[in-house]
C-alpha cells in the first residue's frame, strides 16, 4: 500500500496542473492579475500630460494596475477652485498649496499623496545668465547655475530697470521675468509666493505681513500683461520665440529634461543657448494626487510603481515624492541638472495664498 502513496500524490498533483493548463488557469497563477479594471477621470496639471501620453505609461497602468486614466488638463489652481469636480475620480495639481485650498474650500477626498516633486526654476537664455554672473546675481558651480542674490534681481526689477542697464543693449524694455497666470497655474502661482517671500526680505510671507508686500506684488504682476495658462504653453513659448520676446521664464525643472529627451536633434542648441538657474532659495513643486473616490485611491498606488516612476524620472524628469526612490541625474544626458536641491523656502500658507490669489483676480 506504500508503494502506491507516492505515485498516487504524482498523478493527483499532475492532474491539477493538467486541469489549469487547459483551462487557463495555470496562466493566471504564473502571473498575477490586476484587479478589476477601473476608469478614472482626472483634472491634471499639463505639465504632467506627456508623461501620461506616454504609451509606457498607458500600458502599465492597465495590465499591471487595471487603471485606464482619462486626464483633463487643467491649471491647478482652478481645478480646486473654480471647476466642477463632478465625475471626477481625482485631482492632480502641482503644489501641496492646491490640496490646502481645496481642504479649506469645503473638498474632501479619501486620500491625498505626493507622488512626484520638482522645484521651481528659471530658464534663461545664455547671453541673459552670463549678463546675471556680471551682475553678482547668478553663480555657477560645476555645470549648474544658481541664483544667490534673488533679492537683487528683484530689486531691479521692482526699480525698473532696463535690460540695457546690466550690459544687455540687444533687449528691449525692462528686466522682467515672464510667468503664468498665478490666478490659475501652478508655476505662476509658485512664483508669486517666492516673489512674496523675497520682497519680505527672504522671510515667509504670513497673514501678519502680507499687507506690507502685496502692493508691489500686485503692480509686479499687472505690469506683465498677458499670461499664458499653462507651465507647458509658456516654455514651448519661450524655446519657439527666442530671447528677445522672453528673455526669463518660471518653469519646473522637468521641462527641460523632458523636451530635451523628446527633441534629440535640439540637444546641442539647448546646451548651448538655454539655461536652468536654480533660486538659493526655491520653492518645491509637489504632485499631490487627491483621491476623490475609490478609483482615485487606485490611481494613487498605481503610480508608486517602481517602474512609473523610473520613467517619470529618465523620460520626463520628475523626481520622487515617495521615501526611500533616488533620481541620479547622470542617466539624464542634460547638463546642469544637480543630484540633490538643497536651498529651499516654505511657500506662504494656503489662507495667504488664497488672499494673494484673490488681489491678483483683481488687480
Do not use: C
Not at 499591471?64 to 477652485?81: D, F, Y
Not at 540695457?164 to 509658485?190: A, C, W, Y
Not at 512674496?196 to 505681513?209: E, F, H, P, Q
Not at 515624492?321 to 538643497?342: H, Q, R, Y
Amino acid at each position: 500500500m506504500k508503494k502506491l502513496i507516492g505515485p498516487l500524490i504524482f498523478l493527483a498533483v499532475a492532474g491539477v496542473f493538467a486541469y489549469m493548463y487547459f483551462t487557463g488557469g495555470l496562466e493566471s497563477v504564473k502571473k498575477p492579475q490586476p484587479a478589476q479594471s477601473v476608469d478614472v477621470a482626472a483634472f491634471v496639471g499639463g505639465e504632467k500630460m506627456a508623461f501620461l501620453d506616454n504609451p509606457e505609461v498607458g500600458r502599465i497602468l492597465k495590465e499591471r494596475h487595471g487603471v485606464h486614466l482619462n486626464p483633463t488638463k487643467a491649471g491647478s489652481i482652478e481645478m480646486v477652485s473654480g471647476l466642477p469636480t463632478a465625475g471626477k475620480d481625482a485631482l492632480w495639481p502641482s503644489n501641496q498649496i492646491a490640496a490646502e485650498i481645496y481642504r479649506n474650500k469645503g473638498g474632501s477626498s479619501l486620500a491625498v499623496e505626493t507622488v512626484f516633486n520638482s522645484p521651481i526654476v528659471l530658464y534663461a537664455y545664455d547671453i541673459v545668465a552670463d549678463a546675471l554672473i556680471q551682475q553678482g546675481i547668478v553663480v555657477k558651480r560645476s555645470e549648474s547655475y544658481y541664483i544667490v542674490d534673488f533679492p537683487k534681481l528683484v530689486r531691479y526689477i521692482m526699480e525698473g530697470k532696463t535690460w540695457k542697464e546690466i550690459g544687455l543693449p540687444q533687449l528691449f524694455g525692462k528686466v522682467g521675468i515672464h510667468s503664468t497666470d498665478p490666478t490659475r497655474s501652478n508655476s505662476g502661482n509658485m512664483f508669486a509666493g517666492l516673489l512674496a517671500n523675497m520682497l519680505n526680505g527672504a522671510t515667509v510671507v504670513t497673514a501678519d505681513t502680507l499687507d506690507n508686500v502685496l502692493p508691489q506684488l500686485v503692480e509686479y504682476f499687472r505690469l506683465r500683461g498677458h499670461m499664458e495658462h499653462s507651465s507647458g504653453d509658456i516654455f514651448k513659448n519661450f524655446i519657439t520665440t527666442g530671447v528677445g520676446a522672453r528673455p526669463i521664464i518660471v518653469g519646473y525643472e522637468n521641462q527641460l529634461v523632458e523636451f530635451t529627451l523628446e527633441n534629440e536633434r535640439y540637444r546641442d542648441y539647448l546646451r548651448e543657448k538655454i539655461r536652468t538657474l536654480y533660486p538659493e532659495p526655491t520653492v518645491w513643486s509637489s504632485h499631490p494626487v487627491i483621491a476623490l473616490t475609490p478609483a482615485g485611491k487606485r490611481l494613487i498606488e498605481a503610480l508608486k510603481d517602481e517602474e512609473l516612476q523610473k520613467i517619470a524620472w529618465e523620460r520626463h524628469g520628475f523626481r520622487s515624492g515617495l521615501m526611500g526612490v533616488e533620481n541620479d541625474p547622470a542617466v539624464l544626458d542634460v547638463l546642469g541638472i544637480p543630484k540633490e536641491i538643497t536651498s529651499v523656502m516654505p511657500m506662504p500658507d494656503a489662507a495667504t495664498m488664497s488672499r494673494i490669489i484673490t488681489a491678483l483676480e483683481n488687480k
